[in-house]
Each structure stands twice: as C-alpha cells, then as structure tokens.
C-alpha cells in the first residue's frame, strides 16, 4: 500500500445552498471509482474537515458519473450575504478535500502519481490554441 | 432538433459571450441566466431607490447591440433578467428595441406574478406560514424586515408567450433550469406529465445556466489544456424531441465541452442526485448517461423523471444587520505574525470601546482564507499576507465605527504594512435569504403574461 492524495486521483467541484456547502468528487479514472466510493465515507469527510464543517456531512453515489456527493453542513458561516468568509458560497471549498491522504494499492499509486497538478513546464502566461484557430 | 444556447451564467458575466453565441453560427434560442440567491436582494436594494430599476440594466445594452442579429436569424431569447422588476424591464427593452431599429418586427413577453410581496400578509392570514426551510422558523418571526418575497416559477408561463409569439421573453424569478427547457417543452409540444422527457430538460438547463461553466471554464480538469479561453464558446444544447440532447459550443472558439468539464457542472449545487427538484419534474441526476461523441460534443440521455411536488419555492429577502470588510497588506519578515498581531490589537480596540459584534472574522488572505486550518502553519518565510477582518452586528453604529479602526494601525500597530490606499472599508445592510415552500395554488392563478409589440 502507499499514500496518495485525493488530488491524483480526482477533481472536484463546489457550491452553495445556504449554509451548506456542496462538494463533488469526480474519478479521474472510472476503474478508481470503487477505491473511491470505499475511502471516501461520509465518517472521514466530516473528521478530515474538522472544525469547517459544524454540522453533518452526507454522501450521494453518482455511479453514473465516476462520482460522489458531499453535503457539507453548518460550513459557510451561516452562508450567502451573512457570512464573513472569503469564500461565503463555497466555491473553492471542495479543493481542501483535495489535500486528504488516502492508503492505495502501490500499482494505483504509481498510475496516478503527479495527475492533477500542472507540470513543471507549465507557462500559464501562453494560451493553448483552439484546435481550429479561434 | 433545436439548439438552445447559453448567453450569460450570471448578473456580470461576459458582455461578449451573447454576441459570439447570435453571431458565431446557428442558433435557435438563447438563454441569459441573471439571477443566483444574492442577486434578488441586490435588484430589491436598487429597487427601493429607484423604482424603475430592479432588473439586470446590462441586458438592455446588451440587447441594444444583438436584437437585430436575432430578429433577423430568428433567435428568440429567454431569459430571467426581469429579476424584482420584468415589467420595468420589458419597457425599457420595447425601447431599446425600437431604438435598434426592430420596430413593428418583435414581440417581448413579460412574465409576472412571482413576485409575492404585496400579498405577503394575505398570504400569511390565509395559512401559508413559508417556514424556514431548514430551520423551520416561522415567517413571522421577521415579517417586519422582509424585502421580497419572489416564487420561483417553472415553464408554463415561458411556453405561454412563446405560444404568444414572443421573440424575447423577460422573467422575474424563473428557475435557471426553464429558461432552457421552456423552449424545448414548446417546440417539441412535450405532455407535462411526461416526466423523462421534461426531465431531460432540466438537466439540460442545469448544464446551460453557469454559462461557461460548462464549456471549460472554472474546470478543474486538467485547466491548463483547456484552449483559448480568451474566447470561449459558452454551451450550446442541440435538443430532441426524445429528450436527449448533445453538448457542444460553436465551431473555432475556445474552452472545451467533455465528458468530466459536464460532470464537474452537473455537480455544482448538488443536493440530492436523485431528487432534483424543479416545479415542472423531479429529475433524478444519478440516472443520466454522458457519451462523449466527437470533439467538443457530449451525449446526454437516459434520464428519469417523476411527477413533482405541490410546492413552489419562495426565495424571500430580509434585512438581517450590517457588515465591513477591510483588508492590510504585511511584508517579510515574519508576514503572519505581524498580520496576527494586528489582528490582536484591533480586537483589543474594538472590545475597549464597547462595540457590539455578532461576529467578527479573521483571516489571513495568502495561507488560511479558504482552507483554514487544513492550510497548516504558516511557513516561516512566507513572503506577504493580506490581513482581512470581516465584522457582523445588528448595530450599524458598531459597524460605522470599526470602519474607521483599521487605517490607525498603519501608524499605531505591527510594522511592514501597506496597502491602505482603497480607503475605509464600507458599511453595508445585509439582505438574508430565507427559503421556503408555498403551495402551487397559491402562486400559479397569479402568473400572467403580458405580450408587448416593440
């Protein structure tokens, strides 16, 4: 077995419902949805959170899509035009789910190593041309 | 088929982005999604300023420039610009319109009776309590500071103008989702009840209403592929009678339409993937089968839907206290513990003078601001932090007074800091958002559309 994070193995999306954030956990790879549906419980969502997230966490299986759902509650300081927070709708809120450790097999380690991060050659200041010339 | 294009995912979102979707290629229809949680209270705020505003003032600019485009290529408009205000926008639309040079050649539909407002108190003597949806809490604990109170309508009276002959239709507070699917329930003459077909739609119109949000921008996916997001192509549904449709944008513009950068969309703002709530259907989410089947273009199908619920969602706004934010910038050496010394101080100041706080908020913009403590400690030569202190109350003189506590510690706190030069931060009222149910009936003898000759 061998440590990964969750940024190898998938991405994310969030939002808002009042004081409820949202995050949606997408397999990179379908054959890694099973490894994901099995490590990520709602139980470890909620410990790896802490003290963001003062309510319930749920989780929603979208085998259809590789992916799962979170519902975070009591996460976004009482949400939409109350909260204090930069992030009052939650937007970015499913990328600190990214920085969870999680135990893989070694094959699945090494498949997976370094996807999700830009590679080191990265120049964000070119633009990749749209294949027919936009 | 029929091809529905996404113009606008939000109130501020790119002006160039309907003009490339009229301009750059076919194009049946074209909805502008203006309207989120927020925007209601903020269109309320201008409103009772200014009573003939209250409604997305882009759009008629907007429309100023592609109205002819549309008359002429026949791209009818949908869209929930109209926010607290359709009638004042459908007015200025027939003006602009006119001033376009459409004159006798187009028809706005104005869609009203959303708004609940004035028979709100009715309302209430008639049983309906619009409890919290989440606390249970009932309306009338606030009634007094209640700003708006707006249902938030489905598809029939959208397919009712279009009926009407409507080339642009101007709603209050329309669900994104039948800006979208309106049209398809009017072209292909879909039964209500037929629950997989309309829900078809609604997953269509989730996938349109974040603009380009579904076409590659904010994905999360492998961003740095994504091409020319300069000029992105915003979504584009080409929809069939059976319900399913493909994702796609036009041909040679930026941004990316896949498999995961749909996925990641059809999560945004997820509740319960099998129940998904709309007043026309219940669309379950776990059911839908993407293909990806060209460049560009994904299949959507497969979707169930279910008969939906006696209930209406009412978004109502209420004024609920006020609230600052004032930000400091802390240079290295020892960014952190500057801004958080700062931070020490100022609350020392703010307790001594005996102001009152429901909240006050920290946080150090550069390491904890979305992460918090999952961030870890601040690494010791972190090179700047932006201290920003957020503060709440029911005391707007509280919040007046800590407006003017933030510039002193520039010259009376921790050293190395800058960046003051926006001034002192601004008391706002804060609008709150309170969800709730109302029964269908009470709301739907009340929808009326108006069809006006530009």
Known sequence: MARVLLVELAHTRSGDKGDTANVGVIAYDAQDYPLLRDLLTAERVKAHFGALVKGAVERFELPNLNALNFLLHGSLGGGGTVSLMTDAQGKVFSTALLRMELEVPDEVARRVKGKGRVPADFDPMRTVPAPEGA | ?454
Request: glycine share 12%; with cysteine; charged share 25%.
């Open chain 2, 1 to 454: 088929m029929i091809r529905i294009g996404s113009g606008q995912g939000f109130w501020g979102d790119d002006l160039e982005a309907p003009v490339r979707q009229v301009e750059g290629g076919p194009l049946d229809y074209l909805m502008m999604d203006y309207l989120a949680e927020v925007t209601m209270s903020i269109m309320q705020k201008q409103r009772s300023r200014d009573p003939s505003a209250g409604y997305a003032r882009d759009f008629i600019p907007l429309m100023e420039r592609i109205f002819p485009t549309c008359v002429e290529k026949g791209v009818r408009i949908v869209t929930n610009a109209g926010g607290v205000n359709p009638e004042g926008c459908g007015e200025a639309l027939v003006a602009v319109g006119r001033r376009a040079g459409v004159g006798g050649r187009a028809k706005v539909g104005v869609v009203t009776g959303d708004d609940l407002m004035d028979r709100l108190d009715a309302l209430l003597a008639e049983g309906h309590e619009l409890r919290h949806m989440e606390t249970g809490e009932p309306l009338t604990s606030i009634r007094d500071r209640v700003e708006s109170a707006n249902a938030y309508i489905g598809a029939t009276p959208i397919v009712r103008a279009l009926e009407g002959g409507a080339d642009v239709i101007v709603t209050g507070r329309s669900t994104d989702t039948a800006l979208t699917y309106g049209p398809m329930m009017h072209e292909f003459g879909w039964d209500p009840e037929d629950h997989d077909r309309v829900a078809h739609g609604v997953v269509a119109g989730h996938i349109n209403e974040c603009g380009a949000q579904a076409s590659g921008g904010n994905a999360l996916v492998d961003w740095w592929t994504v091409p020319a997001m300069e000029s992105v192509g915003f979504p584009i549904v080409e929809a069939s009678s059976d319900g399913s449709f493909v994702v796609t944008k036009h041909p040679g513009t930026g941004g990316r339409v896949s498999r995961p950068v749909v996925s990641e969309q059809i999560l945004y703002e997820m509740g319960d993937p099998s129940s998904y709530i709309t007043p026309d259907v219940v669309a379950d989410f776990t059911s839908i089968q993407l293909e990806e089947i060209g460049p560009d273009r994904v299949r959507v199908s497969g979707i169930r839907g279910s008969v939906a619920t006696d209930f209406l969602k009412v978004s109502i706004a209420y004024s609920d206290g006020y609230k600052a934010v004032g930000t400091l910038v802390y240079a290295w050496p020892d960014a952190a513990a500057k801004a958080r010394g700062a931070e020490r101080i100022l609350r020392a100041r703010l307790d001594r003078l005996g102001l009152v706080f429901d909240e006050i908020r920290t946080e150090l913009v550069g390491w904890d601001s979305t992460h918090g403590h999952l961030a870890g400690p601040p690494p010791a030569d972190l090179p700047e932090v932006q201290l920003r202190v957020a503060v709440r109350s029911r005391d707007r003189a509280s919040v007046e007074r800590f407006t003017r506590e933030l510039a002193p510690l520039v010259l009376t706190g921790t050293p190395s800091v800058t960046g003051f030069a926006g001034g002192r931060p601004r008391a706002q009222e804060i609008m709150a958002y309170w969800p709730a149910l109302i029964r269908k009936e009470a709301v739907q003898p009340h929808l009326n559309v108006r069809i006006l000759e530009v």
